[in-house]
């Protein structure tokens, strides 16, 4: 077992490897993450197609913003910070997407309307429900979170992150994440009244 120390020097040679371009290191990180990045990916994004690629992203997001990195916090904590901005920007646009289509067929220039089911994954570690109709509709419920509560709820319940590990990933508070997490349990027990009448939220 590695003491503290001993494990801060090795992140910290194994950062000085990223940085100086060393394959072996390049591919030992994707050894390391690239199942948790995915993981955390799927947990915001339940299609496994758009999970992968966000997945990848993210790691070309640290092989080119590595040299950048200072070491304020912990190699993992960075890259899931990464992972959940990416998982953001791909949910904002994807919304923007649809907001668009429903002016299209507002002012009369109606598109195909995709019947395809989006909400692919339901095997996530995270996620243990009945069937696939009550996923969905879940996954539409957190959607439909402010942003904070979203990410907040997703990285804790979805993806099994500890609240210390949200506190390192978001930056915020503590007592913050705890207060956020209540609303958004409140939040979602509204929403899902139809589906949820205990506490297992």
């Known amino acids: 077992?590695?003491?503290?120390?001993?494990?801060?020097?090795?992140?910290?040679?194994?950062?000085?490897?990223?940085?100086?371009?060393?394959?072996?290191?390049?591919?030992q990180l994707l050894d390391d993450?690239?199942?948790?990045?995915?993981?955390?990916?799927?947990?915001?994004?339940?299609?496994?197609?758009d999970a992968e690629d966000i997945a990848q992203e993210v790691f070309l997001e640290v092989f080119k913003s590595i040299s950048k990195f200072k070491g304020n916090s912990k190699l993992s904590t960075w890259i899931y910070r990464i992972a959940t901005n990416k998982c953001l920007e791909f949910i904002?646009?994807?919304?923007?997407?649809?907001?668009?289509?429903?002016?299209?067929s507002i002012m009369g220039?109606?598109?195909p309307f995709d019947k395809t089911n989006y909400f692919t994954e339901f095997k996530h570690p995270g996620i243990l429900l009945e069937n696939k109709e009550k996923s969905e509709t879940i996954f539409r419920a957190i959607n439909t979170l402010p942003e904070s509560q979203?990410?907040?709820?997703t990285l804790a319940k979805i993806d099994g992150k500890s609240y210390q590990e949200i506190v390192e990933i978001t930056g915020r508070s503590l007592s913050s994440v705890e207060s956020i997490m209540f609303r958004a349990k409140k939040s979602l027990k509204e929403k899902l009244a139809n589906f949820y009448k205990d506490d297992n939220i």
């Open 1 to 27: 077992m590695f003491t503290f120390l001993e494990y801060q020097l090795t992140e910290q040679n194994f950062i000085q490897k990223l940085k100086e371009g060393k394959q072996s290191a390049f591919s």
């Open 109 to 111: 220039n109606e598109i």
């Open 33 to 49: 993450y690239q199942q948790k990045v995915f993981s955390t990916c799927i947990s915001f994004v339940p299609n496994k197609e």
């Open 150 to 153: 979203k990410v907040i709820f």
């Open 92 to 104: 904002r646009k994807k919304n923007t997407k649809k907001r668009f289509a429903f002016m299209q």
